[in-house]
C-alpha cells in the first residue's frame, strides 16, 4: 500500500493514516484521473465503436437522433480510477475494501460482456435477461457468504431506520436478501441510466451519505452517539466510496447534457451493485431504500408498467423507466435531470436525518 510506504518513510506524519485524509486524497486522485483522461479515452472508445451505442427503438423517438453515435463503456475509467485509488490510498488488508472491489470488478466484468454484446451486434438488447441474473447471483453469493463466516452474527441482523428495537435475525436468510438488494441496487441503477447525468448524479448523492454513515459505523463514538451498529474496519469503505464520488465527478463532466460518453452497462451495473454491497455490511440496507429512492422510484415505475399492461393491455404511464414519462409529457432532457438531482439530494438529507432518529 502506498501510503503506508510513505508512513514509513516519514512516520513524523501520521495524518497519512487517518481515514480522513486518505478519503480526500482519493477523491481528489479520481477525478483528476476521470478528468484529465477521459478526452483521450472518448476518443479511443469512438475509434473501436462503430456507431456507438445502439439506441432503443422502443424508446424516444428524439433518443435516435440525440444519441446516435455517442461512445459508450466509459465507465471503465470509473473502474480504473476507482481501483488505483483504492490501490494507494486504501488498507488493501482489509476485508471490507477488497469486498467492494470484488463486486465491482465482477458486476463491471457482467456490464462488460453486455456492452459489447451490444457493440458488437449492434443490439440494444445485450445478454439475455436470465443470463444476467444468473451471474449478478453466482457473484453476490460469493461476495456475501464471506460476510456470514467470518464475522460474527451480527452481520445477519436487518435494522429499520428510525427505530431502535425494530431488529430481525434474518439467519439463513440473509444471503437471499443480500442477493436481493445487491442484484436489485444493479439493475435500479442500470434502469436509471437513461438520460445524459442522471444515474452518475444520483450516484453521486448516494454515495456520499454512505460515506458519511460508513466512517460513523467505524468509529466507537459516532456509532454509540449516533445509536448505530459498531462495525470495526468498515470506515475503511470510505476510501472506496470517495473514490467513486470523485471518479463520479470527474465523468459528469463529459456526462451532462448533452453527454460526450455513457458510462454502459459496465459502469452503471458495477457501481448499483457496489453500492447496494456497502448498504449491507454497513447494516443499512433499509435506509438505502430511501436515500437512493430515485432508483427505487424509477424501477417501481417499470414494475407497474408491465404489470398493468399484462393485465389491463393499457399503460399505467406514457413510457417507463418514469423519467421517459416526463419527456412523453413535454420536459427537456435537462430539467428531469436537474429535477430528480433535487430530489436525489432531498432524499439523501432525509435518510442522514433518520440515522440520529432513533
Known sequence: MFFNLIHR?????NILTYTTFRSICAFLTSFLIVFILMPKFIV???SRQSGGQPIRDDGPQSHLVTKAGIPTMGGVLIILAILSCCVIWGNLANKYLLLCISVMIGFGLIGALDDYKKLSEHDYHGISPRTKFLLQTVISVCCCIPIVYCNNSIDTMLYFPAFKNWIID??????????FVITGSSNAVNITDGLDGLAIGTVITTAVCFTFICYFAGHSNFANYLNITYIPGIAEICIFLSSLVGAGLGFMWY???PAKVFMGDTGSVSIGAVLGFISIVSKHELLYAIIGGVFVLETVSDILQIGYYKSTHKRLFKMAPIHHHFEKLGWSESTIVFRFWIISVILGVAGMSLLKIR
Open 44 to 46: 479511443f472508445l469512438k
Open 9 to 13: 518513510v516519514f512516520t513524523q506524519y
Open 170 to 179: 434474518l439467519g439463513w436468510f440473509f444471503i437471499p436478501w443480500a442477493v
Open 255 to 257: 456526462n451532462v447534457p
